[in-house]
């Protein structure tokens, strides 16, 4: 039998170092483009049922902000042509977009952390289409996507450098807070 | 008692199956069950193999059709309930009593439950959907204190399943019609309240207002923890003051009172949340499962702290303990 659960459920991501957020923004984001081309292409071949969830939403345009990284990412996943992009800051003209901590949004991807409680304490932001928001986030969370290998894993040492962060401070997670209402 | 989880998608049904589900229960990608989000929900064959993924782990699974048909398109939930009990369901949790009448009729070994939406709170409603249809089990609406649900339970025709953890409605299983005055579309008819397609978000200098079809709910200060932009749960402006009338954004969390439940005579404790992700479904079924198990084994009950994953970051338990009375 299991034992009664008396810790805290953790809900709240860290934020990478500041430290690291400088070290990368003068880096060019065009080494980043074919790994995350070859990123997407592989997520869109392992799990086909992902654009079944989508639905009419995989045609849209999302912006993904790692709100502690100097830059963000568009995704079209639209499944005859796929595509992902890393930009310094997010175009006008998105669908919709999604702001969180790198951290926060690689846990909601990878189904460790839930997006709902992520909104409630206001780590998580969403701008535009919240159809659209959905959508991405069920269909990528039902088909379980290692999302910190492939999405940190591609870039070699600065994915490597930029996983080590996430993980260490992903091991001392703070607890949110929370209150009885009666 | 038995603990029921839910599921909105495959991945999540596995994932309440491994953190000690009893039952899970989950609908169709449609109108047809009261979770009909985007991204969400079964398709048939997901369904079956759902079915027999719990089945292999001595899990039962629960379809729920429990949207109120539509004139004209009736056709499209006696789809839903034929499929189901095709797939294997243990049981169908039904609410409208054409969707009853039809699954007792054309699937009489079906085991049939009375889904909360159906707002059956006394033991002569309870007995009529016994009688009629021969519903086994009643999920009771939330609107009752530990005293009457264990009168429910001795004098009911059939178990009993009640709600210990998730979103609250404000007391009108079945018949709010709230979602639908600002945009047309409710739970009970359509499978969604609030649809998201009419929710959008403004953030300004750290404060977040969100809408709904154009109507303000509420607008939530830099830090303060925000709830699902559902007018029961709006925070309405007079001249001078603001406040929630309805109700204010917090989560049910029932856990010290599974057993006051216990003694009460219910049959099954339901966990609300088909819409939420894998990490919620893990956490809050294994923290149930464990509560469960000390009750079991005599122990004392520690409740887990699972405000966290709550609307607004803040839980009641409801109508369970009645202050106000």
Redesign the interface.
């Known amino acids: 039998m299991p034992e009664a659960e008396t810790t805290e459920l953790r809900v709240m991501p860290p934020r990478l170092p500041s430290w690291l957020s400088r070290a990368v923004a003068p880096l060019p984001l065009a080494p980043l483009q074919p790994a995350l081309a070859l990123m997407l292409a592989r997520i869109g071949r392992a799990h086909p049922e992902l654009y079944d969830r989508l639905g009419e939403h995989a045609e849209k345009r999302f912006g993904i902000d790692p709100t502690d990284l100097p830059f963000a990412f568009v995704l079209e996943p639209r499944p005859a042509r796929p595509l992902a992009r890393a930009v310094r800051t997010l175009p006008g003209g998105l669908d919709a977009s999604i702001h969180g901590p790198l951290a926060g949004l690689i846990g909601m991807a990878e189904g460790t952390l839930d997006g709902d409680a992520l909104f409630f304490s206001r780590v998580l932001r969403v701008e535009g289409d919240v159809a659209a928001s959905l959508a991405l986030r069920n269909a990528i969370d039902d088909a379980r996507i290692d999302f910190g290998k492939l999405l940190l894993g591609s870039f070699g040492p600065l994915g490597a450098r930029l996983a080590d962060a996430v993980r260490e401070r992903m091991r001392a997670l703070p607890v949110a807070g929370g209150s009885s209402w009666n | 008692m038995e603990l029921i989880c839910p599921a909105?998608?495959?991945?999540?049904l596995e994932?309440a199956v491994e953190a000690?589900a009893d039952a899970v229960y989950c609908g169709f990608r449609d109108e047809t069950n009261a979770r009909n989000?985007?991204?969400?929900n079964f398709?048939r064959e997901e369904l079956k193999k759902g079915i027999a993924f719990a089945h292999r782990h001595g899990v039962k699974v629960l379809v729920a059709i429990n949207t109120f048909a539509r004139a004209g398109s009736f056709g499209l939930w006696q789809a839903a309930i034929d499929a189901a009990a095709a797939a294997g369901a243990d049981a169908l949790i039904l609410a409208d009593l054409a969707t009853l009448d039809y699954a007792a009729r054309r699937h009489p070994a079906q085991r049939l439950h009375v889904s909360v939406q159906a707002g059956a709170a006394n033991p002569d409603a309870i007995r009529f959907y016994a009688e009629s249809f021969g519903a086994r089990r009643v999920v009771l609406p939330r609107v009752l204190n530990v005293m009457e649900i264990a009168s429910i339970a001795r004098e009911s025709a059939c178990e009993t399943e009640v709600f210990v953890f998730g979103g609250l409605c404000v007391m009108e299983e079945g018949r709010c019609s709230l979602s639908s005055y600002a945009t047309g579309q409710s739970p009970n008819m359509n499978g969604v309240c609030s649809?998201?397609?009419h929710?959008?978000?403004?953030?300004r200098d750290g404060r977040?207002t969100s809408t709904l079809g154009g109507f303000t709910i509420n607008s939530?200060g830099?830090?303060?923890?925000?709830?699902y932009p559902t007018l029961c749960k709006g925070r309405f402006a007079s001249p001078k003051s603001s406040g929630y009338l309805f109700e204010?954004p917090?989560s049910l969390?029932a856990a010290v009172m599974l057993p006051a439940l216990r003694e009460a005579g219910v049959t099954a404790l339901k966990i609300e949340g088909r819409?939420?992700?894998?990490?919620?479904i893990a956490?809050?079924v294994?923290?149930f499962?464990?509560?469960l198990?000390?009750l079991?084994?005599g122990?004392q009950?520690?409740t887990?702290?699972?405000?966290?994953?709550?609307?607004?970051?803040?839980?009641?338990?409801g109508a369970y303990?009645k202050?106000w009375r």
Request: glycine share 16%; proline share 7%; charged share 20%.
């Open positions: 909105g998608t495959p991945a999540s994932a000690g989000f985007p991204g969400l398709s649809p998201a397609s929710v959008a978000y403004a953030e977040i939530f830099k830090g303060e923890p925000a709830g204010e917090v969390d819409q939420r992700g894998r990490a919620y956490g809050v294994r923290s499962r464990g509560i198990a000390a079991d084994e122990r009950v520690q887990p702290g699972l405000a966290a994953m709550a609307e607004g970051q803040a839980s009641t338990v303990r202050g």
